[in-house]
């Protein structure tokens, strides 16, 4: 699958270009459309950038995702993970800016402990990915509520905030940079060196494509599906530095981003049960999502219609993207 | 593309139909919670929570018990940091009362914001036979009927907050109600935006029949004003009560509209987050309006704002309890509608109310100072 060597014969075929076209560009550059006519300053480095910083918690978390759901599993806890980060921290932290570097060395090293468990329980224990990481939800939403006492205590610093934040202005060219847009691109830039540039990257995909092969082959299956869980919490864990600092301690903060996620993936051409997908798919997939829900608050839709249009639209775009592959793409 | 847009099409269609169906704007209740915002309360100065606005008495001579009572309580559950301030404060009014001889026992069920779950708590809590008074914060309105009317058969029965279709309670006990808080801050941003201004109205979901109210209220002080508050509508914007969507919707007409002069809010949990839109924006803050909880409360202090805070009051978890005690006394008690007064919270008490030592979620308007262990018990580390 990851090497696809279709000879087809040469003929103009105007359906086949459309097929060819991935519909999450295509989709994106509607909604981007759609938002401009809205918002005209939305096409303006500014509006570009703010864009951006909103899109950035989201496709962090997607690329994590992306990583779990190539080799064939899913990681359904990482929005309960987001919110024990942004929790947590406001805890720990309890408005001490000097606390602030070795709060987010904890909340890493939970992200940490999180993504082994999820991995060893899925490799080792052999639980569904889908079953055990929605145990995790649970768990972590729980520990979090627990520790909280139900309602958010204490505040974030300037200092922990800034990540999230900050905007850096008078920058040439493009006017104003967020701090979380410099976030994202390191962020990218590592999840494609690790995706393409090493052995784990590769495997991840040969895994997910055909795990019992790659196995005969002499992979290390249970090591690649570790790691990969771990990618997906450090992911997580990055997301609930952004939003905690974009908009301070609440307890629903990383509701619904474990499905985001998947959503994005799905649109981004990533392949569900393993063995397809890429860093620039992904991407788009996680800015047409942002542009998507962008759109629906500038028409004023409410959040159970949100919800509802969001489901319909996974659907459709898994729907979508199974008639593709029939068509052999 | 075009099946999926046709999909969201339908999906659209077949769920806005109903959820703006619904009409939550009555005038006449409107004018009666305008007018009660005038009228001056009755009864303990300095003690809101056993104050009332006008209505009727009730004799409770037929419940009177001698000796310490014991007391029931069904609670809807503790779901939002409003409930779960409440629940503190109701906790810390039966301990006053175990002290003072007048409780004997307490015995509470969390119906855990579901209905069925309210309605077998009530009837474990009648078969008990520990129960000489039973206190309900109903979960729902409707589904609750029932259930409080068998009880009403067996034990004296007393409401507050939501209520029930049914007259058969003791006493209900609420604040004003949701007019009266859209008036408020309506009012008071209408006063203060100079003319002309640009106004946004942030607001949670549609549908919930406390929201729906405030709203329509301050649409109709807006209207009476002459103010249009920006958006396709004319009907503000939906925020569900998320912090960072709240922030983005306010940056996003700051990009678009510049300076914006008014924020009326139907609810105070996100004040703070449009407040810091603002500071991100680099421009002027806004003629505001939160609620009592302290993390607006200390950046009105701090950054100087024009704002007011109308309140929902926490001080009813208290009253209820009070209220129990006092119809096993046999005591007269204002009812069988006992309306508190509903504070609001302006420049010239905020000192009174604001501390940066409770969390920030804490409501003010608790009527728990003084009581035993605070602040400690509602949530301040020692």
């Not at chain 2, 009648?126 to 309900?136: F, Y």
């Not at chain 2, 990009?255 to 924020?263: E, R, S, T």
């Not at chain 2, 309140?311 to 006092?326: E, L, P, Q």
């Amino acid at each position: 699958m990851t090497t696809a060597t279709t000879t087809t014969p040469l003929r103009f075929d105007p359906l086949r270009i459309v097929r060819r076209i991935h519909p999450a560009y295509v989709a994106l550059i509607i909604l981007l459309i759609v938002v401009a006519f809205y918002n005209p300053n939305f096409l303006t480095p500014m509006g570009i950038m703010a864009f951006l910083r909103r899109s950035a918690a989201l496709c962090i978390v997607s690329l994590g995702q992306m990583f779990v759901l190539v080799t064939g599993g899913f990681d359904l806890s990482v929005g309960s993970l987001i919110t024990l980060t942004v929790m947590g921290s406001a805890l720990m932290i309890n408005n001490d800016p000097t606390l602030t570097w070795s709060t987010i060395a904890i909340v890493y090293a939970i992200g940490i402990a999180s993504g082994l468990f999820n991995g060893i329980v899925v490799s080792y224990l052999k639980v569904p990915s889908i079953i055990a990481t929605l145990g995790a939800l649970l768990s972590l939403k729980g520990i979090a509520l627990a520790w909280s006492g139900g309602s958010p205590q204490g505040y974030l610093p300037d200092n922990f905030r800034m990540f999230g934040r900050v905007t850096l202005r008078d920058i040439p060219i493009i006017q104003v940079l967020p701090i979380s847009v410099i976030i994202l691109v390191v962020v990218v830039a590592l999840c494609a060196w690790l995706f393409y540039g090493t052995t784990f990257g590769r495997l991840t995909l040969i895994i997910g494509d055909n795990p019992r092969a790659a196995e005969l082959a002499g992979a290390r299956v249970r090591l690649v599906r570790i790691t990969a869980f771990l990618v997906s919490a450090l992911a997580a864990v990055t997301s609930g530095i952004l939003l905690g600092g974009f908009a301070g301690p609440a307890q629903d903060v990383g509701d619904g981003y474990d499905l985001q996620a998947i959503a994005a993936n799905v649109l981004g051409g990533t392949q569900l049960l393993g063995g397809k997908g890429s860093v620039a798919g992904v991407i788009a997939g996680s800015l047409t999502l942002t542009a998507l829900f962008t759109v629906l608050n500038l028409i004023g839709l409410p959040k159970p219609l949100r919800d509802a249009v969001q489901g319909a639209i996974l659907i459709a775009a898994v729907a979508y993207s199974m008639r593709r592959q029939r068509w052999g793409q | 593309m075009l099946g999926r847009l046709a999909l969201t099409g339908a999906v659209l269609a077949i769920f806005a139909a109903p959820a703006f169906a619904q009409s939550f704007d009555d005038p006449k209740e409107f004018a009666k919670e305008r007018e009660l915002l005038s009228m001056k309360p009755e009864g303990p100065a300095g003690k809101p929570w056993e104050q009332h606005l006008g209505g009727g008495t009730v004799d409770t001579s037929k419940y009177k018990k001698a000796g310490a009572h014991k007391v029931c309580f069904s609670n809807a559950g503790v779901g939002n940091p409003w409930r779960v301030v409440g629940w503190t404060t109701m906790q810390a009014e039966v301990d006053i009362q175990k002290a003072a001889g007048k409780i004997s026992q307490f015995t509470s069920a969390d119906a855990e914001g579901k209905d069925d779950k309210q309605i077998s708590d009530i009837k474990a809590m009648l078969s008990s036979g520990n129960c000489d008074i039973l206190v309900v914060s109903p979960n729902t309105t409707a589904a609750l009927t029932p259930a409080i009317e068998e009880a009403c058969k067996k034990i004296p029965v007393i409401t507050f907050d939501r209520g029930t279709n049914s007259n058969c309670p003791v006493v209900h006990i609420l604040p004003i109600g949701g007019y009266a808080f859209g008036i408020v801050g309506a009012e008071f941003i209408a006063k203060h935006v100079p003319k002309g201004g640009k106004v946004i109205a942030l607001r949670i979901l549609p549908g919930v029949d406390v929201l729906e109210t405030r709203w329509a209220a301050a649409k109709h002080i807006f209207e009476e004003k002459g103010i249009k508050v920006l958006g396709g509508e004319h009907n503000g914007d939906f925020t569900d009560g998320d912090r960072a969507k709240t922030k983005s919707i306010v940056a996003d007409y700051l990009a678009k509209d510049g300076q914006i002069d008014g924020v009326w809010m139907d609810a105070g949990a996100t004040t703070t987050a449009a407040l810091e839109a603002f500071e991100d924006a680099g421009m002027k803050y806004p003629v505001i309006n939160g609620e009592d909880q302290q993390d607006f409360l200390q950046a009105w202090k701090k950054n100087h704002l024009t704002a007011i805070a109308p309140t929902y009051s926490v001080y009813m978890w208290r009253t209820a309890i009070i209220a129990a005690v006092k119809v096993l006394d046999g005591e007269t008690i204002p009812g069988p509608v006992w309306e508190l007064p509903d504070l609001a919270i302006t420049q010239d008490n905020l000192d009174k109310y604001v501390s940066d030592k409770l969390p920030p979620l804490h409501y003010a308007m608790c009527g728990c100072e003084g009581m035993p262990g605070y602040p400690e018990r509602w949530g301040v580390k020692k």
